[in-house]
């Protein structure tokens, strides 16, 4: 699910353009999907014309890494021509760590970009994407943006190896001065279920540092948010749940077409436990990711007294 800005109020469509990636990050969640390779242009297109029917006004190009396709140009263009108004890029953004790309990316029609990023040095980040200098190329692509004055809203996966780590993540944002950035708590699906034992943090111990990174966003007047967490684990921070700010979005895949994405990821993807009945946050939580439980249980989920 890519990341958005707290102001979108309206519809957009992610688009998966294709899998293939020069990252080979141990929690990437599509990681199965790599023997599709990618989509084709024409593909695409047609989604994006077929979104804008559906009143979509604003496009998320995912991946895969879809800043390595020869066409990403062409596909921006697209998108502009037909009148979206938010067309984000969610990337490793190590391309845009070339000055004419980024250049050439925003004059094609981007204006908001969501770079990943998931350790606060190079040897944390380089071990978690599998890929040597990926950490300096996504940290001067960010300083690229940041000069060229544009929306940056970063997105870390939490893991085990980084959790505690996400405070001195934090103060690296606020040195780069992101407008907005986002903790999600990783999904085991793809590498992230083939390296569950791993990656995969108990809820319980990475909620405190996830809080702290926000706090520190907070202080600095940047804008924060969690995704994946239960509210009961965060007391204190229900706010910043993203869950709670994540616009009606429709997802665009190979062969395959999400109308709801909200509807999908509450009935399929998260699972709520029979103590969450009992909980004031009962009608806005969705509960954690239905594999986590399957895994490590719902001890952890403890229900909030307090009026609904």
Known sequence: MGNFSFNMGFKRVDIKTGFLC???????????????????????????????????EGVV????????????????ICAKNLGFKIIQ?????????????????????????????HGHTAELHDYLTRAKGSFNQTVKAIKN??????????????????????????????????????FAFMHAVGNAYTYFNQMMPKVSLAAPYIKKG?????????KVMAEAMSFCTMQGYEKYCSE????????????????????????YGKIKFPQCKECKFDNVCEGPW???????????????????
């Open 214 to 222: 926000l706090q520190i966003g907070i202080d600095n007047g940047i």
């Open 22 to 56: 020069n990252n080979n990050c141990r929690f990437c969640v599509q990681a199965h999907k790599k023997r599709f390779g990618n989509r084709s242009t024409i593909d695409i297109k047609r989604d994006l014309e077929e979104a804008k029917k559906n009143n979509c």
């Open 244 to 267: 709670f700010y994540m616009p009606k979005t429709e997802i665009r895949d190979i062969n395959s077409f999400d109308p709801s994405f909200e509807k999908t990821r509450k009935e």
């Open 145 to 182: 943006l940041r000069e060229l004055d544009q929306y940056i809203i970063t997105n870390t996966v939490v893991v085990k190896p980084n959790y505690k780590h996400l405070p001195a993540l934090a103060r690296l944002l606020v040195k780069l001065r992101v407008d907005q950035f986002q």
């Open 61 to 76: 190009f995912t991946g895969g890494e879809p800043t390595i396709r020869s066409d990403i140009f062409e596909l921006v």
């Open 89 to 117: 890029l969610q990337t490793n953004a190590r391309m845009l760590s070339y000055n004419k790309f980024c250049k050439e990316i925003i004059k094609a029609g981007v204006n908001e970009f969501s770079p990943a990023i």
């Open 290 to 308: 239905r594999e986590y439980a399957e895994k490590m249980g719902s001890k952890e989920f403890q229900a909030v007294k307090g009026k609904k």
